[in-house]
């Protein structure tokens, strides 16, 4: 089925084809269309289109009003002050659009007009390392845009830059070497927590020893040439470090409920082999320097404390390549291989100006074309309640799994407390989608650059801007058409609507260019504040408008049916977030 324009994208185009026939030399005219509390939308284009064609602004207001096609879309025009106009939609228009919405798989959301190639850069864990919170943001972000991005037609490349490469490999290579059964597998365990257990064991005895006997440095810093040069027993070893690793970052994201395939994991390691030509291209060109030593590019605007320039060093004095060197690799990569429209960094606020750096030397360099975007998308920190970085008593990081775990325990009581009657699997399974939704929505529903803090108790409160909010709300709807008996949903346009449903089929009818807005400007706190509006706003219709027990079986009927559209689109809001929405809770 074909995309069901919005109330919005209906009325706006009306009052720019008035505007135009009022003022022929105004084609195309932005009536400045908003929502309002006047009326369901107010235009405020006319004043400026007055002062440009030196007309009274009320005068032509007028003359729009006038030119407005009569219809069942619009119930009332009024002219208002100098000129505004304040539009109220009939109650048969909301019926009906939403019942084209309703019929439609995608609620009526429109597809992209020119879907293109985007690759995204997120959830960048490190090899032989544990998770810890500074990785949330990066996944959960992550995935919710490949969500968006995806159903809204986008080809969409997942890549997951991987810290498995560099000096520390020849430290635990070597290790391992010496050490050969240090990643034995336990006959008694599995999964993440022991593939963790193991990495954690080499890594500390590996780094015990690195740090304390200088032949072994010695020895670790050799290995490191070995693996750069593909060394078979190095690489042999170095495929079971990275490995096993996944079989640890798989479990994390199981927990998170986020898809990782192998396929998607390329890290630094997939571009040593381009390294060299990168540099070598660089310098050929010119867009590179040689600087003390080393390779280095140089930019006008970008200078330290001291005034002197500060440079992005492509290689090291010593010959070592840095961050920046994988990175270009990458965009070469994903522009020339993968044919990328568009690459998408979610990488912490921090790296900014390296991304800066490195955008601009591609441009030069002639790998990022005016067809190519390649945009920082940077995220704040996670907080603690102090308001400082979120860190546990020692002052380190929280390892991720202990922050998932805790949110689901206090899920668990959240959940037991609510539904008495549930068996102890039925309040697993919903403490985990409670606590690591809490998680994911706290996270989404927070402007991408902010900081924000991390507070448990708040997240998982049925009340305010949470997820369980969200939860409750559908729960609650799928309660209501359990128990709706031999009624069903129905859209009766013929009917009158009362305030409460009018808000909410206002706001169910802007779901389409909601979820446009946030694909496009990247910005999925805007789809978390749009589903609390929804969910809000229903909450007020359940209060106001009885459904199984309206007056007469036809209202009982278009209650039903604002109640559905309101749980499918709930639920399909949480999904592109990557939030589960119980049946029950």
């Known amino acids: 089925m074909a995309s069901v324009p919005s109330l919005f994208a209906s009325i706006q185009q009306r009052v720019s084809a008035a505007l135009t026939a009022a003022v022929p030399s105004a084609d195309g005219a932005d009536p400045l269309l908003r929502r309002s509390d006047r009326a369901d939308f107010q235009a405020n284009g006319v004043l400026g289109l007055a002062k440009k064609a030196k007309a009274n602004p009320r005068e032509l207001g007028a003359a729009v009003v006038e030119r407005l096609p009569a219809d069942e879309l619009l119930a009332q025009v009024e002219l208002s002050g100098p000129g505004f106009l304040n539009l109220t939609v009939s109650d048969a228009a909301i019926t009906g659009n939403l019942a084209a919405r309703a019929a439609d798989d995608r609620l009526g959301v429109p597809s992209t007009d020119a879907p293109g190639t985007t690759v995204i850069d997120y959830a960048q864990p490190n090899v032989a390392k544990e998770m810890h919170v500074g990785h949330l943001r ?30 520390q490999f020849g430290m635990l290579i070597q290790h391992l070497i ?91 390691s997939a571009y040593n082999d381009l390294l060299v030509e990168t540099c070598d291209l660089l310098e050929s060109s010119g867009v ?62 921090r790296q900014a100006l390296h991304f800066k750096m490195v955008f601009e030397t591609a441009r030069r360099a002639g790998w990022l074309t005016e067809k190519v975007r390649a945009l920082h998308l940077p995220f704040g920190t996670v907080l603690g309640k ?30 037991t407390e609510k539904a008495p009657d549930l068996s102890a699997a039925e309040v697993a399974e919903r403490a985990q989608q409670v606590g690591i939704g809490a998680i994911k929505y706290a996270d989404l529903s927070t402007s991408m650059g902010r900081d924000y803090a991390f507070d448990l108790d708040r997240m998982v409160s049925l009340t305010g801007d949470t997820s369980v909010y969200l939860q409750y709300a559908h729960a609650r709807i799928r309660s209501i058409l359990r128990r709706a008996g031999e009624a069903a949903p129905k859209a009766h346009p013929e009917l009158p609507l009362a305030p409460a449903e009018r808000a909410l089929g206002l706001q169910l009818d802007d779901f389409g260019d909601t979820v446009a807005a946030v694909a496009e400007g990247y910005e999925p706190h805007k789809l978390a504040s749009y589903l609390y509006g929804l969910a809000s706003a229903f909450t007020t219709f359940y209060d106001q408008c009885p459904v199984l027990k309206a007056e007469d079986p036809a209202t009982v009927e278009n209650r039903l049916f604002l109640s559905d559209l309101t749980g499918r689109t709930l639920h399909q809001g949480m999904s592109l977030l990557g939030i589960e929405a119980p049946e029950r809770l």
């Open 288 to 349: 590179a320097v040689r600087s003390n030593g080393a390779l280095c590019v140089f930019f006008d605007d970008i200078k330290g404390k001291d005034g002197e320039p500060v440079p992005l060093i492509v290689r090291k004095a010593d010959g070592g390549f840095g961050y920046a060197a994988s990175d270009l690799s990458a965009i070469r990569d994903r522009v020339g291989v993968l044919d990328a429209d568009t690459i998408l960094y979610v990488v912490d606020a």
């Open 138 to 167: 990066s996944s959960v972000i992550g995935d919710a845009l490949v969500r968006i991005l995806e159903f809204r037609g986008e080809r969409v490349i997942r890549r997951h830059h991987i810290g498995d490469w560099g000096t």
């Open 386 to 415: 102090d308001g400082k970085p979120l860190k546990t008593r020692a002052g380190e990081s929280f390892r991720l799994e202990d922050l998932l775990d805790e949110a689901v325990e206090r899920a668990t009581a959240v959940v």
């Open 178 to 268: 010496e050490h050969p059964h240090e990643l034995d597998h336990p006959q008694d365990a599995g999964g993440g927590d022991a593939a963790m257990s193991r990495l954690n064991r080499l890594y500390k005895a590996s780094r015990a020893v690195f740090d304390s006997d200088e032949a072994f440095k010695e020895r670790a810093r050799r290995r490191v040439v070995d693996l750069q040069a593909g060394e078979p027993e190095t690489m042999a070893l170095w495929h079971r470090i990275v490995d096993e690793s996944k079989i640890y970052f798989n479990s994390v994201y199981a927990k998170l409920d986020i898809d990782i395939h192998d396929e998607d994991i390329v890290g630094e």
